[in-house]
């Protein structure tokens, strides 16, 4: 099973995304699912996870500002972007936690934030 993440782009300071990840089949027993980014030069760092609950979790940078969401059903993970600024330019990458810990990673998708 892959995750193919979609939705990047170039979109101005203050504007909106909305990324868009989907599972190429069924993923069982899931435990969480959640994006994460990369920009050039620094690590790779947490954006947004929901777990089975549907309790969310966001990083300090960006709440108040993306919400992330999920179908189980589809096997897919969405994060709306908005009011985004020129530090939210990364590589944004899917993930899915199962139960065992085990995880799928998407294969990212760039965004950038132009001044």
């Known amino acids: 099973v892959q995750l193919q993440a979609s939705g990047g782009g170039l979109v101005q300071t203050g504007g909106s995304l909305r990324l868009s990840c989907a599972a190429s089949?069924?993923?069982?027993?899931?435990?969480?699912m959640a994006w994460y980014r990369q920009a050039p030069g620094k690590q790779r760092e947490l954006v947004a996870s929901?777990?089975?609950?549907?309790?969310?979790n966001y990083a300090d940078s960006v709440k108040g500002r993306f919400s992330i969401s999920r179908d189980i059903r589809k096997t897919a993970v969405y994060l709306q972007m908005n009011s985004l600024r020129p530090e939210d330019t990364a590589v944004y990458y899917c993930?899915?936690?199962?139960?065992?810990?085990?995880?799928?990673w998407g294969q990212g998708t760039q965004v950038t934030v132009s001044s």
């Open positions: 089949g069924r993923i069982s027993n899931i435990r969480a």
């Open positions: 929901i777990i089975v609950s549907g309790t969310t």
């Open positions: 993930n899915v936690v199962r139960l065992s810990l085990s995880d799928i």
